[in-house]
């Protein structure tokens, strides 16, 4: 079904140069001079690679269904933190295991046992997963407070219990469990 180009949104599918494409971002743009476009950040899910394009405010592309099902992430079969990552769907309770290619290396460092994330589905394929906006974590490794630190506003680095670094306050210590940003990795406040 055709949508008009200002009407993408991040995370929705379509079919531009006759591929299956994933919008990673958008932005409207109203130069100064000329007509209005929409610049599209999308993602080739046969090759995998990124490109932006462009798209007058008029133009149409192609929209596409994805069906996006509810799974719980249940466990790394490598146990290295490298996939394939298995999860569960909560209705049918169905294992898959997504490879490197479906969960990239910025999603999987969030995944926690239980972890309920979006999966996209097109054809019987899986093509992705839309992490929670923000997960909870608890502190495995981080320095202690230094002195006069309460003083500035410096974050110090911690690492998190799926691996994954971070930067907290400095008042954070080993076992506190903190809320982190899943898209920027920033730290959002204690849980």
Known sequence: MPIKSTE?????????????QIVIDTEFVKPGKGPAYVQVKMKNLDTGTIKINRFNS??????VNIDKRTMQFLYDSSGQGKGPWVFMDNETYDQIELAEDVVLPTQS???KD????TVLVYNSNALGIDLPASVE????????????ATATNQLKEAIVETGARVRV???IE????V???TDSGEYLGKA
């Open 8 to 20: 993408l949104r991040r995370g929705q599918a379509l079919i531009y140069d006759g591929k299956l």
């Open 58 to 63: 008029s133009d149409k592309v192609e929209d």
């Open 109 to 111: 460092q969030w995944l």
């Open 114 to 117: 239980g972890l309920d994330v």
């Open 137 to 148: 974590l608890a502190i495995t490794e981080t320095t202690d407070q230094a002195k006069a």
């Open 169 to 171: 306050p400095p008042f």
């Open 174 to 177: 080993v076992g506190q469990v």
């Open 179 to 181: 809320k982190i940003n």
